[in-house]
């Protein structure tokens, strides 16, 4: 079982690895989740969620708004800073927790990009479960 699903995501991988130019060689699949995300791998998306944005989101809705500003700012700490009405120290503070929790770091440039796609997909599912929910509790009805 293990064998067929590290055989996928291996091929997803080399499916999009030209997509990232200064990938390492040999790169690793799991390495390779946003693209793998991009090009409609589901393992991917499921990964980027169940292992970035899940987490995050468990933990404290803090850490995801202050991940979301930050990068929809442009990885600026004050401007990060600004929208959030905190301390740029208060945003540095949030962004090691991120990291704490996850293991992945905010503030370089490939880790944004994974972290970004995780909360893009992250937040996807989540609107499309609370529609699925809204959608079954109206069926319930008499």
Known sequence: VDASRSARAALAGFAVAASWRGAPRPVEADDLLP????????????????????????????????????????????????ELFVH?????????RVTDVIGWDATGPREALILQTALILGS????EHARRRHAARRAERP
């Open 124 to 127: 996807i599912g989540s609107s």
């Open 88 to 96: 740029p120290n208060t945003v540095r503070y949030r962004l090691k």
């Open 35 to 82: 693209e793998r995300a991009l090009a409609g791998d589901a393992v991917a998306k499921n990964t980027l969620v169940e292992r970035i944005y899940r987490p995050l989101e468990g933990h404290s809705t803090d850490l995801v708004t202050t991940l979301w500003s930050y990068l929809d700012n442009g990885r600026s700490l004050e401007a990060t800073a600004r």
